[in-house]
Structure formats: structure tokens, C-alpha cells
């Protein structure tokens, strides 16, 4: 019985080896952010971070953000807007962090970073960029529809 019980330890270790190993566990456990229209793309670094490259001129979603940030009902507390990159500093009503970067990546990309330090929520983090990129949406301000398109 001994034996049996190693045995099977032993291909059941081998198949989640297998499995992580071809990317499966990943498509399965982290979930993403979507948004129709833009093809939406992020990767979480340490703790709460989460960041999306998007077609939309750099000014629209400097002022995407600033609504989202008015819609989720949350004070700034540093605002700093320059002509290539912008960094905002927000706090909700327990006096969580939320830290955003957006930086002109070429005339139709932005890069887009949400953080809410390095405990915070990562929940917060794709709760405000979602927001971000629906603020783009609604205002029509991605330049490429995705929604229409075949994806290979």
C-alpha cells in the first residue's frame, strides 16, 4: 500500500510540473482585465501594481484618469502633469494609497501604471484601472476598435 500511495504522489506531482511548466496554470489562475474595445493588456509586478499599454493619445488618458479618479470618488493628494509622463497621488476615505503613472509611450501608445503600494489591494489597483480604460471608452477615445477584430 505504501508503495501505491508514493506512486501515485509521484505522476500526480508530474502532471502539475507538466502543467506549469506549459503555461496552462497561469491562463487558469490569474485572471485579466478586459475591456471590448481595447485590447487590453497587464501584468502585476510586486504587491498591488498593475500596468496596460493602450492606443489612446497620452493626453486623453491623463484626462480619463482624472474622471475615473472624480467617479470613484477619491482625493488627491499630488498631481504632477508633464508633457511626456504624469504621476498622481490618491487616497480613498481609510487612507489607502493609490499611485498612477501614465507616460506618452509614442503619439497613439500610453502606458498606463496602478498602484496601491506595495500591501494595498490589488483589487483597488484593477478596480481604478478599469475605471481608466472605461473613462477612454465612453468618451471614444481609443484610437484602434478591437472589438471587431479576429484575434489569432
Keep these: 500500500m505504501r508503495i501505491r500511495m508514493k506512486s ?18 497561469t491562463a487558469t489562475l ?12 497587464y501584468a502585476s509586478g510586486l504587491g498591488s501594481k498593475v500596468y496596460s499599454y493602450q492606443i489612446v493619445r497620452y493626453e486623453d488618458a491623463v484626462e480619463a484618469t482624472l474622471r475615473a479618479a472624480e467617479t470613484l470618488a477619491l482625493e488627491n493628494k499630488f498631481k504632477d502633469i508633464k508633457e511626456n509622463y504624469t504621476q498622481m497621488h490618491y487616497i480613498d476615505e481609510k487612507d489607502c494609497v493609490i499611485d498612477i503613472l ?4 509614442t503619439a497613439k501608445t500610453t502606458f498606463i501604471q496602478v498602484g496601491a503600494g506595495y500591501f494595498g489591494s490589488r483589487g483597488m489597483s484593477r478596480l ?13 477615445n481609443f484610437l484602434e476598435d478591437w472589438s471587431n477584430k479576429d484575434v489569432e
Design 8 to 25: 501515485i504522489f509521484v505522476i500526480a506531482a508530474a502532471g502539475y510540473l507538466l502543467i506549469l511548466v506549459t503555461g496552462c496554470t
Design 30 to 41: 490569474v485572471t485579466g482585465l478586459s475591456s471590448a474595445p481595447s485590447g487590453v493588456s
Design 102 to 105: 501614465i507616460e506618452r509611450r
Design 128 to 140: 481604478m484601472l478599469l475605471q481608466i480604460l472605461d473613462e477612454i471608452g465612453e468618451a471614444g
